[in-house]
């Protein structure tokens, strides 16, 4: 069983950055695919970006830019660097995983391929 662990997150001001960071507990990461999702109020979750276990990453077009997701083998650690951060990326934030070969833009986009969840970390930009 797989377990997520996701800390970071808070409130800044419009312009500035924040790192969220995800372990993940149970299995070795570099089987997975892993990602970042988030959820505004009254809004969808939606995908914003994607790693497999060869590095190679997707991005959502609001998010090309400013984010970047990587990982740490050695410490089975997921991260996502936020920069230029705008009000409208308020909202909470998910790691995901997946045992896929796939991790691409069908991945990005049906949060229903993910089999593990973490609870969750707030971010809140004000302007």
């Known amino acids: 069983q797989v377990q997520l662990g996701q800390s970071g997150g808070g409130s800044v001001q419009a312009g500035g950055s924040l790192r969220l960071s995800c372990v993940a507990y149970?299995?070795?990461?570099?089987?997975?695919?892993m990602g970042w999702f988030r959820q505004a109020p009254g809004k969808k979750r939606e995908g914003v970006a994607t790693?497999?276990?060869?590095?190679?990453?997707t991005y959502a077009d609001s998010v090309k830019g400013r984010f970047t997701i990587s990982g740490e083998e050695a410490k089975n650690t997921l991260y996502l660097q936020m920069n230029s951060l705008k009000p409208e990326d308020t909202a909470m934030y998910y790691c995901a995983a997946a045992y896929s070969v796939s991790c691409g833009y069908d991945e990005l986009r049906d949060d229903g391929r993910w089999s593990y969840w973490g609870r969750g970390t707030q971010v809140t930009v004000s302007s």
């Open positions: 790693i497999d276990d060869n590095g190679r990453s």
């Open positions: 149970g299995s070795h990461y570099v089987h997975f695919c």
